[in-house]
C-alpha cells in the first residue's frame, strides 16, 4: 500500500511538474507575442492646397465736412449715389452693395477751453459695403476707385475694421480629399520606416485628425487661400 501511495504521488508530481512547465512556456511564448503585437510607429501626413476665395467683403469709407448740417446730408446721399452707380457699371450687382448709416460728429460740442473754432463745424463719414462672390470682378474695382478720388470724393478707411475680408467657404467640399491625401502620406512614411527597421507594417492602432487651417497663401494675395490639415496615425509593426 504504501508502495503505491508513494508511486501515485511520484506519478503525480510528474503531471504538476509538466503542467507547470508547460504554462510557463506558453506564457512566456504569449508575453513574447504580446510584446511583438505591441510593437508601434507614430507618423503624421500633411495634405496642404491652394484655393480661390469665394466671398469678398470690401468696406469703402469716405468722410466729408460741412459747416450746414442738411446740405451734409445731401452730400452723403450724393457721394453714396456715385458710388454705388461706379460699383454697378463694373459688374457689382446691386444686391451685393449695402450701406451704414452715416456717423455725424459736431466739433463745436466737442471743444474744450478757448481754442480756435474748427473750420468745419460737422464732419462724417459713411461706409459702402461690397459683399460679393465675384472675387475678379470686385478686385477689378479696386483698382479703378481713383476714379472716384478725382470727383472730390476722399476714401479712408485705414483701420483695422475696414480692410477687404476674403474668405473660403467651401472647405466641406474639400475635407475628404484632403484627409485621405494626408492619411495616404502618412502610410508612405510608416512604410519607409518598417522597411528600414525590416519590421512589417500592420493595421492602424491609433488615428487623429488635426485641425483644418486657412490662411492667405501671402500678404500681397489673400485672395488666394491655403488650406491645411495633419493627420497622425500609430501603425502596429512585427518582424
Do not use: C
Not at 506519478?11 to 510557463?24: E, H
Not at 469678398?56 to 451734409?72: G, H, M, R, T
Not at 456717423?103 to 460737422?122: L, N, V
Not at 501671402?218 to 501603425?235: A, F, G, L, W
Request: a positive charge; charged letters at 25%; glycine letters at 6%.
Amino acid at each position: 500500500m504504501q508502495v503505491n501511495g508513494k508511486s501515485s504521488a511520484f506519478i503525480l508530481g510528474v503531471f504538476i511538474f509538466l503542467g507547470l512547465s508547460a504554462l510557463g512556456y506558453f506564457l512566456a511564448t504569449a508575453a513574447i507575442d504580446f510584446k511583438q503585437y505591441d510593437r508601434s510607429v507614430t507618423v503624421k501626413g500633411l495634405s496642404e492646397r491652394e484655393y480661390p476665395a469665394d466671398i469678398v467683403i470690401w468696406p469703402i469709407e469716405f468722410a466729408l465736412a460741412d459747416n450746414d448740417l442738411e446740405q451734409l446730408y445731401r452730400r452723403i446721399d450724393d457721394y453714396t449715389h456715385k458710388i454705388k452707380s461706379f460699383l454697378e457699371s463694373n459688374s457689382i450687382k446691386a444686391q451685393e452693395i449695402s450701406f451704414s448709416a452715416p456717423s455725424i460728429t459736431d466739433k463745436t460740442a466737442q471743444q474744450y477751453g478757448g481754442g480756435p473754432a474748427p473750420q468745419y463745424r460737422y464732419s462724417a463719414v459713411q461706409t459702402v459695403t461690397v459683399y460679393s462672390n465675384n472675387i475678379e470682378a470686385t478686385r477689378s474695382v479696386m483698382n479703378k476707385l481713383s476714379e472716384l478720388g478725382k470727383q472730390g470724393i476722399v476714401f479712408t478707411g485705414g483701420g483695422y475694421q475696414y480692410q477687404t475680408e476674403y474668405i473660403f467657404t467651401r472647405l466641406n467640399d474639400v475635407k475628404p480629399e484632403m484627409i485621405e491625401e494626408a492619411t495616404r502620406k502618412a502610410r508612405e512614411v510608416a512604410e519607409k520606416f518598417a522597411k528600414d527597421s525590416e519590421s512589417t507594417l500592420g493595421k492602424i492602432k491609433r488615428a487623429s485628425q488635426g485641425q483644418f487651417s486657412i490662411s492667405s497663401r501671402d500678404k500681397n494675395n489673400p485672395h488666394i487661400k491655403r488650406v491645411r490639415v495633419v493627420s497622425t496615425v500609430q501603425y502596429y509593426l512585427s518582424d
